[in-house]
């Protein structure tokens, strides 16, 4: 592969301009697998956000009011609200009967212990569930099914629906029906509004809810009298709370869930066993409702044969009678059947919700394990930088012997004409002595051309076919008069002294190579600002680090210098990757060179001016440096100093170049995720502070590069749009390896701004 592949060779394989425009109009595969990851990822977060919070309106903003639209019929009425004919009807629990009911479930913890009581003391109980907790914990509910207990429906957010849309209202009701049908098989027409109490707190906000509900067959269920067990007041008061007096009948409010009930746990028990002595039954709102009616039919009869002058004479078996706590369907008889389509819809979500439930909690593990590496990085990028800094800069440090004799400067050129003549009049202002080698990689706009008519002494043009700039560089290695060579882009620029001061670590005779510190050039821009905060803590902090562990892993292709011989003697510049500045210096370390980095040694380079180009360049050096990569897998077993790279530098590419950089969207995913479901200060706050530990690793690194600090003032921008950016390059690039993708050599327009170097204060 090479940087020209995307220009046909032969002018009759040549597509027209319809079939191009039609073959870029097709997404690629790739992209489309990319986006799928992306959709689903953000559905599962989503889905899980919506299981467990309520965004807004969670609890009640208004009390005290007015209730002037609400029947007295009602308000005086019994827990029992049903509509027939559109007319509001109530009815009470018959005497000495008792409703248990329960909130706010289920619970995997509670409900499972208040079901195992109302098995040990046989009586049932009536559940008002919540939605989403349905979801989550689907067996909880069919064990109550099964044991005989009924369920209502509490909403599926357990939000206050009398403050939400009409299109709420039947959402809130029609998913939790959903989850009861895929959890057993059900729908029930028992509702109990969250944050609802007795009759007399219908208000006129909330009557229409009841009363859309009571027309769509629903009966809302309220309580007489409430345990109170929520505020954990004591076993003896929750007891005492939860009793009706004079033996009236009562529809009884616990929770199974919601907070610790381990007091609720201890007083239920007691309380079966203190109302049972009393000679109360226990039954479920549909057990109770029947024998409300029961009654109402036997008094109406009662009251037909006094007019008749008929005795009447109580009839065998009446609902109700003490000892017979517990029956099966009467006491169901507001489930039904949920029809197929309903079964496997509510089927459908609750396998959603299972893969919401073991992909979120994974992804939580795995963005700490992400922050940890991501601040680890940064605290020992600081403290290495740190002491490179101290050590190179030290009275006695040197190298060895100065470099003072020539060395040669090859320049790959592909259609340069916008930058080779600054390019060149760089060079030509150097203080040390070299020969500059142009290489023609095929150019057809004149490149070669304007390089020879600077007229410049000790240049030499080579031209060749357009082959790539592998090709380009060995070629130049070739001609190259001198021991060491010095390589760099046809768009970049070097200061006066550049040269001399990359050279130097060549005293040292185990040096092989040297990276030089790269600089965006053109940084008035946005694109460029962001770039050049990249650069700087790329080139002051990594390569630092990396320097000082000894092992550098790429040489930039703007700016580097090698021994002839250790080029030589590896086979030059590989066409194997897209990356052949990080495929070289790999090798040059496996051969056992060591490769180095000489911070005062700058060149001023043209960044991509739109992003359009910036995601063309980066997809091509992430692909590029996963080839290299695996090409070098292998370096992992190689011995004595040449497997250093490989014991040391590989795992820490790996880490901070791909894994991290392909998890660490997740920190930001989830800082949105806790600002809307979670909270929004302290999300904010957490995301404040990596953003300082950032500012102060990108402050330190200017402080030793000596640039302008006012360029951090595009930090947090760049955070928040850059950085999002560079990691979709990345997942791309990695969905593209995964699937066999083959990406091109991308070549990028140029304009030539950079200019010549001005000794001092960079590019002019």
């Not at 250790?566 to 590989?574: P, R």
């Amino acid at each position: 592969m090479n940087r020209n592949q995307v220009r046909p060779q032969r002018r009759h394989a040549t597509p027209s301009r319809i079939e191009r425009v039609r073959r870029q109009a097709v997404p690629k595969p790739r992209v489309i697998i990319a986006l799928l990851l992306l959709l689903g990822l953000v559905s599962v977060m989503l889905l899980d956000g919506y299981l467990r919070a309520e965004v807004g309106n969670d609890q009640r903003v208004r009390s005290d009011a007015s209730a002037s639209k609400v029947p007295d019929s009602v308000l005086d009425g019994g827990p029992f609200l049903s509509f027939q004919g559109g007319t509001a009807r109530t009815r009470s629990v018959p005497d000495k009967t008792i409703v248990l009911t329960f909130d706010d479930g289920p619970d995997p913890e509670w409900t499972q212990k208040v079901l195992d009581i109302l098995d040990d003391n046989d009586v049932p109980g009536t559940f008002f569930l919540v939605g989403s907790m349905i979801s989550r914990y689907p067996d909880v509910v069919r064990r109550m099914v099964d044991d005989g207990n009924e369920v209502g429906v509490h909403t599926f957010t357990h939000v206050d629906l009398s403050y939400q849309s009409a299109a709420r209202v039947t959402r809130e009701i029609a998913q939790t029906q959903l989850a009861l049908a895929g959890a057993a098989g059900i729908t029930t027409t028992l509702f109990r509004a969250p944050y609802s109490s007795t009759n007399d707190a219908i208000d006129n906000y909330s009557w229409p809810v009841y009363k859309k509900l009571g027309a769509m067959g629903y009966t809302s269920v309220f309580i007489d009298t409430d345990s109170e067990d929520w505020q954990q007041p004591g076993v003896s008061k929750i007891i005492k709370w939860a009793t009706p007096k004079s033996g009236k009948g009562a529809s009884v409010l616990f929770h199974d869930a919601g907070g610790n009930r381990a007091q609720t746990l201890e007083a239920l028990p007691q309380y079966i066993k203190k109302m049972k002595s009393k000679g109360y039954t226990f039954t479920t709102v549909s057990g109770a409702q029947q024998q409300a009616q029961g009654q109402q039919a036997q008094g109406q009869q009662a009251q037909g044969q006094q007019a008749q002058g008929q005795q009447t004479q109580a009839p065998q078996g009446t609902p109700g009678t003490a000892g017979n706590t517990r029956q099966s369907n009467p006491e169901q008889a507001a489930h039904r059947t949920a029809d197929t389509a309903t079964l496997w819809e509510g089927r459908a979500l609750l396998g959603a919700v299972a893969v919401a439930e073991w992909t979120v909690p994974g992804l939580a593990a795995v963005l700490a394990v992400v922050g940890v590496a991501v601040l680890g990085r940064f605290a020992m990028m600081l403290v290495l930088a740190r002491r490179h800094y101290r050590q190179r800069n030290r009275r006695r440090f040197s190298w060895g012997p100065s470099i003072t004799e020539p060395v040669s400067v090859i320049v790959p050129a592909y259609n340069e004409k916008e930058c080779i003549a600054n390019t060149l009049n760089s060079l030509a202002a150097s203080t040390h002595p070299i020969e500059i080698v142009v290489v023609d990689d095929g150019s057809t706009d004149g490149t070669a051309e304007i390089a020879e008519s600077l007229g410049l002494p000790n240049v030499r043009v080579i031209r060749q076919p357009n082959a790539g700039k592998p090709a380009a560089l060995n070629n130049g290695v070739r001609h190259a008069r001198y021991d060491i060579v010095v390589m760099m882009d046809g768009d970049t620029v070097f200061e006066p002294d550049t040269v001399q001061r990359l050279v130097q670590p060549f005293g040292d005779p185990e040096v092989g190579a040297v990276a030089g510190n790269a600089k965006v050039g053109n940084r008035t821009t946005m694109i460029g600002a962001w770039q050049h905060i990249e650069y700087v803590m790329g080139s002051n902090l990594d390569r630092r680090m990396y320097d000082l562990l000894r092992c550098m892993p790429t040489i930039p292709g703007a700016i580097g210098a090698f021994r002839r011989d250790a080029v030589l003697g590896i086979g030059g510049m590989s066409e194997d990757t897209l990356a052949e500045d990080t495929d070289i210096t790999i090798a040059l370390h496996r051969a056992g060179w060591r490769v180095v980095y000489a911070e005062h040694a700058r060149a001023w380079t043209e960044a991509p001016a739109s992003l359009g180009q910036l995601w063309r360049q980066r997809y091509r050096w992430s692909y590029g440096t996963m080839q290299a990569l695996w090409k070098h897998r292998k370096s992992v077993t190689d011995r004595g100093p040449s497997g250093r790279f490989g014991r040391v530098g590989m795992p820490l590419v790996v880490l901070f170049q791909i894994v991290t950089p392909v998890f660490a969207p997740l920190i930001d995913v989830f800082t949105v995720y806790a600002m809307i479901f979670v909270d929004f200060k302290a999300s904010l706050l957490a995301w404040l502070a990596v953003l300082l530990v950032q500012l102060v690793c990108a402050g330190y690194a200017f402080r030793l590069d000596r640039e302008r600090y006012r360029y951090l003032l595009m930090l947090p921008l760049q955070q928040i749009a850059y950085r999002q950016l560079m990691y979709l390059v990345l997942i791309h690039s990695c969905v593209t390896a995964a699937t066999g993708g083959r990406l091109r050599w991308q070549k990028l327009k140029r304009t030539g701004e950079v200019g010549t170097p001005t000794p001092g204060t960079g590019v002019r």
